[in-house]
């Protein structure tokens, strides 16, 4: 494909694009990602209004049940599910895309740290002058487009997630726990429930997570997976960059760079890889457990209540731009048949083992299954020599 890209009377680029390489070509340039991701992440969570807050009674009312959650949760599991003296914070979507992105932001300076290279070839007619621009244009900007697919999905998980360990990744200091009434208000109103179920909901899965991805040696082990995951990423942005080069004309190239929301959803997630297979399975585990438990605490505390557990499903289960998205940037699999996997291996293990059996699972990192295993509950039970396999 020819690219024929007019140059102004000094031999520089004009317009977006030129002025797109001076700004990143200044001091400044390296840090722009993050401000880029966080400009469109409280566009896409506000869609682009101001950030609403929370009225106060919101958080009064969720420290009143928080003490109820927890005295169910610890009967059930044999131990405080939260430290004393915890608080809970209430946030505005906007708000939460940004806190999305402070406790996202470890992982993606992997990402962006990685020297991009992206090839030119195929791309006919350059001299180079202009070979050199696009290489230099396209090595700068790949932090910009790691920003913006990041953002664009911490926008969207903003819109939607009650609480906030959606993902295997803490967005707070230990000790606070993180909601979005604006989001209760939503759910229930979507589902037809009473908008207290969904907050009592949201509190229960809230401690149960915080109490589960705490754990020393479950974050470990995550976190070194995700870590993996992160740099199956940073190779894969060359590829990004490659198509967005040699798919089309200076103008389309132009427009799109104009609407970040379109680049977006131009950059997809990486395909799935060795990594991305032992993560999905054990976050799959690990979300069935806490499933299992919070689903339990809530039978106790507002009885059986089949609309509200199905309503959880299906909103975790439907197609959409939250959740989902999400967690693919992470090489994360959040598909409904990767959720209903790991729901089929924890009711494999209370079948066989029961729920002292499934306590296993959580109480080291080295106990999250593998693949093959989330598909077969007992080969996990005798590797664990658990009682039942």
Known sequence: MSMDFP??????????????????????????????AKALAHGVATENNT????????????????????????????????????????????????????????????????????STEGIEGLDATMEQFLTQFATMMGPIFVGLQ?????????????????????????????????????????????????????????????????????????????????????????????????GGDPAAMQQLLTNPEALADQLGPTGPGVTSAQLSAAVAAVEGYIDHLAGQVLARVLGPNSTLAEAWYRARTTESRGEQAAAALFGIDRSKAQIDRGARFIAGVVERAGDEGLAQLVADGANLPTPSELDAPGLWLERLAIDGA
Not at 76 to 103: D, F, M, N, T, W
């Open 150 to 246: 990041f953002g664009s999905a911490a926008g969207h998980l903003a819109r939607s997630a009650l609480f906030a360990y959606v993902l295997p990744i803490p967005l707070s200091h230990a000790g606070t726990l993180v909601f979005v009434p604006k989001n209760f208000h939503a759910f229930a109103e979507d589902w037809s429930l009473d908008v207290d179920q969904v907050r009592m909901l949201a509190v229960v899965h809230e401690l149960v997570a915080d109490r589960t991805y705490g754990h020393e040696g479950i974050a470990t082990r995550l976190r070194a997976l995700l870590d993996d995951a992160a740099k199956e990423a940073a190779a894969a942005q060359d590829g990004i960059l490659e198509q967005l080069l040699q």
């Open 51 to 118: 950030d609403d807050h929370p009225d106060p009674t919101e958080r009064i009312r969720l420290e009143e049940l928080l003490p109820v959650a927890n005295l169910h949760l610890e009967a059930l599991s044999g131990s405080a599910q939260v430290a004393p003296g915890a608080s809970v914070e209430v946030l505005g979507r906007g708000a939460y895309a940004l806190r999305v992105l402070e406790g996202w932001a470890p992982r993606l300076e992997q990402v962006v740290r990685q020297p991009s290279r992206p």
């Open 7 to 36: 140059l102004g009377d000094d031999g520089q680029m004009p317009g977006l694009l030129g002025d797109l390489l001076k700004v990143l070509g200044g001091s400044g340039g390296p840090q722009m990602w993050l401000e880029s």
